[in-house]
């Protein structure tokens, strides 16, 4: 098979307000990574402007070049001429996943990722038989001896992403209804995420106890699945389709929702984009994809917007730091705050995270100094190109101890992940677990 030397489905005239300035070069993650024009969405442009006209014809090599996106986004904040990068790596990724484009081994990997992340219970039982290595002794020593690397380096990434397992990583422990602490102002659902249930549950489990402390009923229904973001971001259109249709169906089924919450910003990303996904779907689907998408907002995004309690805000306590001494105003807790991509890029979110953390009793924050670029984790990125991600982590983690920070604060499972492999040391938390801490016992360390 021939690959297509066109690529359908790109916006119309979506390149051409690219003027090549070079303004998108400094905070391209895949560009700082590699060093070459062809890895920077100037060079990707360039690329697809000369496969429409005919002048390149889209194999494997140039196929690879749009394989090292990370799909961050940070180039459509950079850009002063309006390019919407974004659309054009979405409108390309699906043509990517053409089987003579990539190896059989990138495709089996492809394969096996989609086929398990997506899919908690998959996740679940390959885990399980984990439980008595991940995060004990027997891994750092099996770490420190690089036996690691025997498996390769993408089975060796994913074991260095492997946290501690805890028994809530193995069931979905919320009751489907927490209902709120005094007068109800809001029924909310929640979006627990495929992988974020399974190796950080305790940020459900925070998001619930702090959205219930201000008011707030959370609706968790039952049986829910993936949202479909692990593929969206890789063009697998037909799969993300049907998590989507999947998950819509249990939404629907618990009744009305002031909003349906999410707290990982690369679900939330996708779950925004479901009118679109689903617009040509069955009118009665595709309405409910538009009013699903119209209600889904991340949950720092809705605290902001409606505001913490008095009740909440005066249960809030100082921190502890790691010496065991609480904050105060003489020595206040520091903490960075990590953008994640689809959360900053993709939803424009920057300030509800800062000011919701900043209500928190004596803390201080700090900005990394290139706290626009992705950290290397960027959905499956560093399962699949796990040279570039470690060496996008190792600089994310530089920058972030460089604030002098006791607490790295992320909210995107990837992210977290990602920075605990490079942070070791310093704890990796979500805004909601620190606000729960401060609300409930103090500690957040």
């Given amino acids: 098979m021939t690959a ?14 690219c003027v090549h300035c ?11 990574a590699l060093g070459s024009e062809m890895d920077s969405p100037r060079g990707r442009i360039h690329a697809l402007k000369a496969i429409e006209a005919g002048e390149l014809t889209l194999d494997a090599t140039v196929a690879g070049h749009f394989d090292s996106c990370l799909g961050c986004l940070a180039c459509v904040s950079a850009c002063p001429s309006g390019v919407r990068y974004d659309q054009l790596i979405e409108a390309t990724r699906p043509r990517l996943n053409a089987p003579e484009l990539r190896s059989p081994a990138q495709q089996l990997w492809r394969r096996l990722l989609f086929g398990l992340l997506p899919y908690p219970a998959r996740l679940r039982a390959l885990l399980r038989p984990l439980r008595s290595y991940a995060g004990t002794p027997l891994q750092a020593l099996v770490r420190g001896m690089g036996l690691t690397k025997v498996l390769g380096p993408q089975l060796a990434a994913m074991e260095q992403l492997l946290p501690p397992l805890s028994p809530d990583s193995f069931s979905d422990r919320l009751p489907q209804v927490i209902p709120a602490v005094g007068e109800r102002r809001y029924r909310v659902g929640l979006l627990l995420g495929c992988v974020q249930r399974v190796f950080d549950p305790a940020v459900n489990a925070a998001t619930a106890q702090v959205l219930a402390a201000n008011g707030i009923e959370v609706v968790v229904p039952t049986d829910q699945g993936c949202c479909g973001a692990v593929t969206h971001h890789q063009g ?15 939404f629907n089924g618990v009744g009305p ?21 689903l617009a040509d779907a069955a ?19 809705f605290l902001a917007r409606v505001g913490l309690t008095t009740a909440f805000q005066a249960g809030l306590k100082p921190l502890t730091h790691p010496d065991g001494c609480p904050a105060s105003a ?16 993709g939803q424009g979110i920057s300030a509800a995270p800062r000011q919701l953390l900043q209500a928190i009793p004596h803390v201080r924050l700090r900005e990394p100094l290139e706290q626009g670029v992705c950290c290397g984790s960027a959905g499956i990125y560093n399962l699949v190109q796990p040279t ?12 972030l101890r460089g604030t002098g920070a006791q607490i790295a604060v992320s909210a ?15 704890p990796v938390q979500h805004p909601m677990q620190v606000l729960a801490r401060s609300f409930g016992a103090g500690q957040a360390t």
């Fill in 4 to 17: 297509p030397t066109t690529l359908p489905g790109l916006p119309p005239g979506g390149t051409d307000p």
């Fill in 22 to 32: 070079g303004f998108c070069l400094p905070s391209c993650a895949s560009y700082l």
């Fill in 236 to 250: 697998e259109e037909a799969q993300t389709r049907a998590l989507a249709q999947a998950l819509i169906h249990r």
């Fill in 257 to 277: 929702l002031d909003a349906v919450l999410v707290s990982a910003s690369g679900c939330g990303h996708s779950l925004k984009a479901y009118g679109r996904l």
């Fill in 283 to 301: 009118p009665e689907l595709a309405a409910a994809a538009a009013e699903l998408a119209d209600k889904a907002v991340d949950v720092q995004e």
């Fill in 330 to 345: 003489d020595r206040p807790l520091t903490l960075a705050y990590h953008d994640a991509c689809h959360m900053l890029h």
């Fill in 388 to 399: 570039e991600a470690e060496l996008l982590g190792a600089r994310k983690a530089d920058d």
């Fill in 412 to 426: 995107n499972i990837g992210c977290s992940l990602q920075l605990r492999r490079h942070l070791a040391g310093l």
